[in-house]
């Protein structure tokens, strides 16, 4: 099994359910508050150790929060030795409302703009030819970009979700081994909004004339659709009953790179991550909502694939 390296963001999530999202100026009574560590970074790192992998989280974290993020997230098999924890300012803060199973999100960066060059060398001084870089984009960008050229100098293979969506800097898609959008991430960065095999190949195909290899695209209730090097496959959306899709992006990618860090094809892989995340949507929460191996292999057999 080869390692796999998450540099992004830790956030503390503040949730709360509403029965609908309140206008200008309006105040509406929610239910269920409840505090969750998560961040995509983090909450990719979880998943990646609850579904088995060999992971290593890259970050930062402030005082509030900070030792709470760090404790949880190596509760969950994560090595934490290269999460700083920095003084004089915050742990990221994710606002949450969930409406109807969806989410809307509110983000306060803190201590995720400080992840420095420097660290990301020093977490990437171990790393391996074969090893895995997961990447996001809640941490600044010319960071992401430092990480995916150290990986590309020492053999690594480099996932990127690009999420949130936003205008990439020089440097980044070209270094990218796997781009991981979803449907409106990827319409973001093409104009093309995917929804079947041949609105998803156009996709990539937009892509690749960026520089991008290969494409995931994770498409909801359509399942998700590879385009790339190994030419066109799918995976099917797992049936589910939705009660908070907070985490399954996240699932989706932690699972991916697990599955390729442990030899699976790219259609194991994506077959893979669609068990978990469907298990992660009828849950609450962030990292909480994850499924480990064990219940993965319980409801779709040893590799996620269905019984």
Do not use: W
């Not at 990480?147 to 270094?175: C, D, H, S, T």
Request: glycine fraction near 14%; hydrophobic fraction near 40%.
């Amino acid at each position: 099994m080869k390692k796999i390296y998450v540099v992004g963001s830790l956030n503390m999530d503040l949730v709360v359910r509403a029965p609908f999202m309140p206008e200008n100026g309006m105040t509406i009574s929610g239910e269920g508050f409840m505090t969750n560590p998560g961040g995509k970074g983090a909450n990719q790192a979880a998943a990646i150790g609850k579904l088995g992998g060999d992971v290593r989280m890259v970050g930062c974290v402030g005082e509030a929060f900070g030792e709470e993020l760090k404790r949880t997230l190596e509760g969950y098999g994560a090595d934490v030795r290269f999460v700083e924890k920095l003084s004089g300012i915050s742990s990221g803060i994710a606002v949450i409302v969930v409406v109807d199973g969806d989410n809307r999100i509110i983000l306060d960066a803190g201590a995720n703009g400080k992840v420095s060059e420097g660290l990301v060398d020093r977490a990437l001084e171990g790393a391996e030819e074969g090893d895995f870089l997961v990447c996001q984009l809640e941490i600044p960008q010319e960071i992401v970009r430092h990480a995916l050229q150290r990986a590309k100098e020492k053999g690594m293979v480099a996932l990127l979700n690009p999420a949130p969506a936003a205008k990439l800097l020089p440097g980044i898609l070209e270094n990218c081994d796997y781009f991981m959008p979803n449907q409106s991430e990827a319409e973001f960065y093409t104009g093309i909004f995917p929804k079947d095999e041949e609105s998803a190949k156009k996709c990539a195909a937009a892509l690749a004339g960026k520089g991008v290899k290969n494409v995931v695209i994770t498409m909801g209730a359509e399942g998700s659709a590879y385009v790339g090097e190994s030419g066109y496959c799918r995976a099917e959306c797992r049936k589910a009953a939705a009660v908070d899709t907070t985490a399954a992006g996240d699932t989706y990618v932690g699972g991916f790179a697990v599955g390729l860090s442990e030899g699976m094809s790219v259609q194991e892989a994506m077959d893979f991550a669609s068990c978990a995340s469907a298990i992660t949507v009828t849950r609450r929460g962030a990292q909480q909502s994850i499924p480990t191996r064990a219940e993965v292999a319980e409801k779709y057999g040893p590799t996620g694939r269905t019984k």
